[in-house]
């Protein structure tokens, strides 16, 4: 009889990162069971808008339950960008200025921490 196969999430799955291992991942489903984390719908269409893509904010723990639930592994490769201040001009010399959105700071520690 054949092993079980481990179930894996990969939150972060529409992102450039998480796109790679979540199909590598699936081109071995002989051996695991993918399952995607996205953020949008629109995330979700683009990785293949399959079943086992769920869609969640990764900092609202209730939306996150159906995704985690019988998971055996954590793929982490969800990650906030920090956007640049606007008005910066590169001809004034000097160096642009970030900021996260409203929440996003943390956010890596937030998801590996819970
Ligand atoms: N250790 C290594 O060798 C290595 C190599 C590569 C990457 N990494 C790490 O992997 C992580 C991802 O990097 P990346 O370049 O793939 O980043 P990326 O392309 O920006 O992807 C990050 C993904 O996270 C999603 N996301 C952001 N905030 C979210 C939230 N609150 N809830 C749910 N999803 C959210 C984004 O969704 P949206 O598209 O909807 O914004 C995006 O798809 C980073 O932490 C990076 O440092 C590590």
């Given at each position: ?7 894996v ?56 339950a ?5 998971a ?43």
């Open positions: 009889m054949a092993a079980p196969r481990p179930t999430l990969v939150t972060g799955a529409g992102g450039r990162t998480g796109q790679i291992v979540f199909s590598k991942l699936r081109e071995r489903s002989d051996q695991f069971a993918a399952r995607g984390l996205v953020r949008s719908e629109e995330s979700k269409q683009k990785i293949g808008g399959a079943d086992d893509v769920y869609v969640a904010d990764i900092r609202e723990a209730e939306h996150l159906p995704a985690v639930q019988g055996d592994a954590l793929v982490i490769l969800t990650s906030a960008s920090p956007k640049m201040k606007p008005g910066f001009d590169p001809t004034k010399g000097g160096r642009p200025e970030f900021y996260y959105e409203d929440g996003a700071y943390g956010l890596d520690w937030a998801e590996e921490s819970d």
